[in-house]
């Protein structure tokens, strides 16, 4: 996705629902976690510098096999993933290990500024993607850009983009299917429930919209 390159991660990030410090206990870090539905959260030093990261799962095993309440810094996930507040997101994707679905945030002093996760790096491409179009657009005054999401009955259910699921003359630009951006490829198969990006003529257009829905 070369166009995440252009997109930065200051630009999407948000705000953590939940930050904790080093000397809270592992019991209150886990109720605290629980209580805002986040599957971890980073944690911070007395002066507010990023230290690393704990983990509801881990935490729950924890406190289930030993007795008492220890502090949070013994559960601390210090190479927990970062991102730089400068970088893009084609360096937020870089830094994302298998298994991870968020980074922390951090600027030049290790201070949280956000979080960055896959939905807003799905976020982040879909909007430079539209950028792209519109761009396009201009120079193609009768182009237009529509999302559709593909309906559960659609005959195009099933079929691959190089089957003719969408006729010609309308371009493909992503998919949307869930968390992921998909390209607009020959051999990749519609789904129901894909958000569907497609530029063409506008008549073109709600014909696709009609198959497609």
């Not at 945030?105 to 430079?128: F, K, M, N, W």
């Amino acid at each position: 996705m070369p166009l995440l390159g252009g997109v930065t991660v200051a630009s999407v990030l948000t705000e953590p629902r939940l930050v904790l410090s080093e000397s809270t206990r592992a019991a209150a870090a886990f109720e605290a976690m629980s209580a805002v539905s986040v599957p971890g959260a980073p944690v911070v030093d007395e002066h507010g510098r990023f230290v690393g990261a704990v983990f509801t799962d881990v935490l729950s095993t924890e406190l289930q096999t030993r007795k008492g309440d220890t502090s949070l810094g013994r559960w601390l996930d210090a190479s927990a993933p970062t991102v730089a507040v400068a970088a893009t997101l084609a360096d937020a994707v870089d830094a994302l290990p298998d298994g991870h679905r968020w980074l922390t945030v951090v600027d030049d002093q290790r201070l949280v500024r956000g979080i960055v996760g896959v939905r807003e790096i799905v976020h982040g491409y879909r909007t430079a993607v539209q950028v792209d179009v519109e761009r396009f657009g201009k120079v193609s005054a009768n182009a237009d850009l529509i999302d559709v999401r593909v309906g559960e009955t659609s005959t195009a259910v099933g079929r691959e983009l190089g089957d003719n699921a969408v006729p010609d003359g309308v371009i493909v630009v992503s998919i949307l299917r869930g968390d992921s951006v998909l390209p607009g490829a020959a051999a990749v198969a519609l789904h129901a429930g894909d958000v569907v990006t497609l530029l063409g003529h506008q008549t073109d257009l709600e014909q696709v919209r009609a198959l497609l829905t």
